[in-house]
């Protein structure tokens, strides 16, 4: 009788467990097939009156040392191409 109920009771264990790896796979899955956020490649800006005149426009500089994802040719490329539309 006891070794039944060690047995029934180890078994549940085991359920949850498969359970819980059942789930975590499918959360896995579901994490890598997710899209990404990504910059709109086909933006491009129109500026009819820009509120800078040259020379007097401020300096804008984006950081794209330390292996930042955010550069000008990345995820960034339609705000970089706004803003050389206005210098």
Known sequence: MAWD????????RLT????GGV????AGT???IW???DANASFRPRV???AFAAPQWPRLVIDEGHANV???GGRYSPFARL????E
């Open 5 to 12: 109920a060690a047995r029934r009771a180890s078994l549940r």
């Open 16 to 19: 949850w467990i498969v359970r």
């Open 23 to 26: 789930i975590a796979g499918i």
């Open 30 to 32: 579901a994490w890598t």
């Open 35 to 37: 899209p990404a956020q």
């Open 48 to 50: 009819a009156a820009p």
């Open 70 to 72: 955010h550069t000008a």
């Open 83 to 86: 803003m050389e539309l206005l």
